[in-house]
T-cell receptor, first 111, second 115 residues
């Protein structure tokens, strides 16, 4: 099976802009979770989607949002970008509540 | 609240020697525990997990981990380190109920294996 794919791999945006990141899970996986990785805060859980419903959410402001489509693909959106949003955004998929398999990440740089 | 501690920022080991990367956790009830490895400019790669059963869990690339409930620890081990094992290692915990797929990660331990 193909692994988790994320697009784009790299993004450069300026403050105030918005960005959409995409994640395609492993075939058959219905759960998609998003994490933010920064040198200062480490790996932090953003949210999880299962069968198109958000079933868990981390402690991030409302500027961070996501959705999941009927084919389990997921997108996350960050509006009104801030310098502190620069990070590696990781997507992970799993079959229900089981091992999460991670994609390569999207490196977002906010200037 | 759930938390994971990886007390060492970096572990240095000579190639061929055994390695241990430490992890302790705090969670209500019985945990699901995981180890992941991250190579430069890559995502996280799953190594092994503890769900239930035998306290010694074997995983990918010769790694294993020992679950110790009384010490709330889940240390990662390998009998003989390789230079190619040099990477960033993360321990993670997930609550059995209500947490769904929310993983709480430790800060990571950088493993450096010297020839």
């Amino acid at each position: 099976k193909a692994g988790v794919t994320q697009t784009p791999r790299y993004l450069i945006k300026t403050r105030g802009q918005q960005v959409t990141l995409s994640c395609s899970p492993i075939s058959g996986h219905r759960s998609v979770s998003w994490y933010q990785q920064t040198p200062g805060q480490g790996l932090q859980f953003l949210f999880e989607y299962f069968s198109e419903t958000q079933r868990n959410k981390g402690n991030f402001p409302g500027r961070f949002s996501g959705r999941q489509f009927s084919n389990s693909r997921s997108e996350m959106n960050v509006s009104t970008l801030e310098l502190g949003d620069s990070a590696l955004y990781l997507c992970a998929s799993s079959e229900g509540s089981d091992t999460q398999y991670f994609g390569p990440g999207t490196r977002l740089t906010v200037l | 609240a759930q938390s994971v501690a990886q007390p060492e920022d970096q572990v240095n080991v000579a190639e061929g020697n055994p390695l241990t990367v430490k992890c302790t956790y705090s969670v209500s009830g019985n945990p699901y525990l995981f180890w992941y490895v991250q190579y430069p400019n890559r995502g996280l790669q799953f190594l092994l997990k503890y769900i239930t059963g035998d306290n010694l869990v074997k995983g990918s690339y010769g790694f294993e981990a020992e679950f110790n409930k009384s010490q709330t620890s889940f240390h990662l081990k390998k009998p003989s380190a390789l230079v190619s094992d040099s990477a960033l290692y993360f321990c993670a915990v997930r609550a059995r109920s209500g947490g769904y797929n929310k993983l709480i990660f430790g800060a990571g331990t950088r493993l450096a294996v010297h020839p």
